[in-house]
C-alpha cells in the first residue's frame, strides 16, 4: 500500500502544478485590463495628391476606374487615446504648432492638451506615450504631457543616428525643400521634436524598448522595424470589442490594410510594412480593428472602427472607439 | 363618366408631357464630374498665402540655406549625443568629444550669418536666426561644461536653450522655407 502511494505521489504533484497553473493563469488572464480607446485628429493635411501618399492609388485624368480617379485626399493625423484602468496612454502624440502652419498645408490643429480636456481627460494625467515612430508629425508636444513615460524604439534613435553621421549630404538631410530630402533616411526628424525627446530621455521619462515589450498586463508593444521607419512600432489593446493594434505609419491607411497596398513610404520597406498588416491579421483576427494614423476616411462609415464620431476643437475631429465596462461616453 | 375619362385622359397626356420634359433638361444639363464622397471633399476655404519672396529675398533664402541645412543637422546631432549620453555609456568625454565639433559649428554659424546682409524687409527674420544659432552654442557651451564639472543643471539649461533656438528656427523657416517638412 505504502509502495503504491510512493508511486501514486509524483502524479498527483504533477496534476496539481498543473491545476494551480490553471488556476493562475486563467486568473492572471481575468486581470488583465480592457481598456477604452478613442482617437483625436490632431490636425489635417490638406490636398495631399493621392498618389503620394498610396502609389497604387495614383490619380489617373481621364481614366475610369474607381482606384485611379481621386486626384488629392486629406490625411488626418490621429493620436490614439488609451484609457486602461487608471493608466492612460497616448499612442502618438502628432505636431506641435508653432509658427509654421503653411509649410505643412495642414489645418485643423489644436493643443493636443486642450483636446484632452475636451474629451474630459487632463495632460498631466497622462502616464505613457507610445510614439509608433519618431518622425515630426507623430512625437510632437511630448513637454506638453509633463508626467508621461515615453516608449521608443532604441532601434528608432540607431538608425536616426546612423543616417545623421552619413558622409553623404542627401543621405543625412533632415529637411525637405528646396533640395533638401524626400523619404531619405534622416528625412522628418527635425530638431524640435528630437529635442522634446531628448528632454524626456533627461527627466528620466524614457523607455528605451528593444523589440517586444507588454507595458501593461495585455497592453503590448509590437516591434515593426522598417515597416514605416527604422524602429517603426505597434501597440496591441486588449478591449470590450476585441484586440485593437495601433499601427502608426506603419498602418497609414486603413484602406492599405484592407486592400493589401503599401502606404505612406518613407524610410520603409514594403515587405516589412505588409508584414505588419499581416501582424494586426493575426492579432485582431482580421482588418477591422486596425488603426490607422492617416486614413482619409477616418471619422467616417467607411472606417467603421472610426464612425462614431463628433467635430470637436478647431473643426478637428474624434471617435470613441470602445468603452470598457463602466467607462462613460465622453461623446458631447 | 366621359368626363372623367377626359380629365384621366389629360393627366395622363400632362405626366408623359412632364417625363419627356425632365428627361430632356437632363440631356442638356452639362455632365458633372462624379466624385467618391469622402475622399476628396476639402470644404475649407483658401486661406490667404504669404506674398512670394522677392529677388533680394531669394537670394539671402538661398543664402542662409546653406548654412541651415547643416545647423538643422547639428542641432539634431546634439539632441542625439545628450541621448547617447544618457542611455548608453554616461562617458563624459565621449559627450565632449560629439559636442566639440558641434559647438564649434554653431560658433562659427552664429558669425557667419551675423555678417550676412538681409533685405531689410527681412531683417527680423535674420535677426531671429542669428538667434537661434547663438543660442545654439550656448547650448553646446553648457554641455561642455557640464563634461567638465559635471553639474546636470548644466544639460537642462541647455535642453532649454536648445527648444528655444529649434523654435526660433521653425519660425524662420516659416518665411524662407515653407517646403521644408512635408507630410511624414
Known sequence: ?332 | MPGARSLLLVGVVLALAATMGAAWLHEMRPQSVVKPASQTVSTRAEKPQSPALTADEERFATALWAVHRDATRSAVAMSFAGIAYQTENRDARALARSIEPLAKFFHDAEIEVRTMSPPPSLSKTHGQYVEAMGLYANAAAEMLKFTEDGDSQRLDVAHRLDVRASEDMLRVGEVLWPGQYKPH
Open chain 1, 1 to 332: 500500500m505504502g509502495r503504491r502511494a510512493l508511486r501514486i505521489r509524483p502524479f498527483t504533484w504533477t496534476a496539481a502544478i498543473a491545476a494551480l497553473a490553471c488556476l493562475f493563469g486563467a486568473a492572471a488572464h481575468a486581470q488583465q485590463p480592457v481598456c477604452s480607446a478613442w482617437l483625436i485628429e490632431s490636425s489635417r493635411f490638406m490636398n495631399v495628391p493621392f498618389g503620394a501618399f498610396m502609389p497604387d492609388r495614383a490619380f489617373v485624368p481621364g481614366s475610369t476606374k474607381p482606384e485611379s480617379s481621386i486626384p488629392t485626399v486629406d490625411l488626418p493625423v490621429n493620436v490614439g487615446v488609451i484609457k486602461c484602468g487608471s493608466e492612460l496612454i497616448l499612442y502618438d502624440t502628432g505636431w506641435k504648432q508653432q509658427e509654421y502652419l503653411k509649410m505643412t498645408g495642414s489645418d485643423h490643429w489644436a493643443p493636443l492638451p486642450d483636446q484632452l480636456k475636451a474629451l474630459g481627460f487632463n495632460a498631466a494625467d497622462v502616464t505613457k506615450v507610445v510614439i509608433g515612430h519618431a518622425h515630426w508629425d507623430h512625437a510632437g508636444q511630448l513637454s506638453d504631457l509633463p508626467n508621461a513615460v515615453l516608449y521608443v524604439q532604441r532601434e528608432e534613435l540607431r538608425a536616426i543616428e546612423w543616417a545623421l553621421n552619413y558622409p553623404e549630404p542627401h543621405i543625412r538631410a533632415i529637411n525637405s525643400d528646396p533640395g533638401g530630402c524626400y523619404r531619405t533616411p534622416a528625412c522628418g526628424y527635425m530638431p524640435l521634436t528630437i529635442e522634446e525627446v531628448y528632454g524626456k530621455v533627461l527627466k528620466g521619462k524614457a523607455v528605451i524598448v528593444d523589440g517586444e515589450m507588454e507595458i501593461l498586463p495585455g497592453v503590448r508593444i509590437h516591434p515593426a522595424f522598417r515597416a514605416h521607419t527604422a524602429g517603426s512600432q505597434l501597440l496591441e489593446v486588449p478591449t470590450a470589442i476585441g484586440k485593437l493594434v495601433f499601427g502608426s505609419d506603419a498602418f497609414s491607411s486603413y484602406e492599405a490594410i484592407r486592400d493589401w497596398m503599401t502606404a505612406n513610404v518613407q524610410q520603409t520597406d514594403t515587405v516589412q510594412q505588409f508584414l505588419a498588416y499581416e501582424k494586426c491579421y493575426k492579432i485582431t483576427g482580421g482588418y477591422n480593428n486596425c488603426v490607422a494614423a492617416h486614413e482619409p476616411l477616418s471619422y467616417t462609415d467607411k472606417y467603421p472602427l472610426t464612425k462614431n464620431s463628433w467635430v470637436a476643437l478647431n473643426g478637428g475631429r474624434m471617435a470613441e472607439i470602445t468603452l470598457a465596462p463602466g467607462e462613460k461616453s465622453r461623446k458631447p
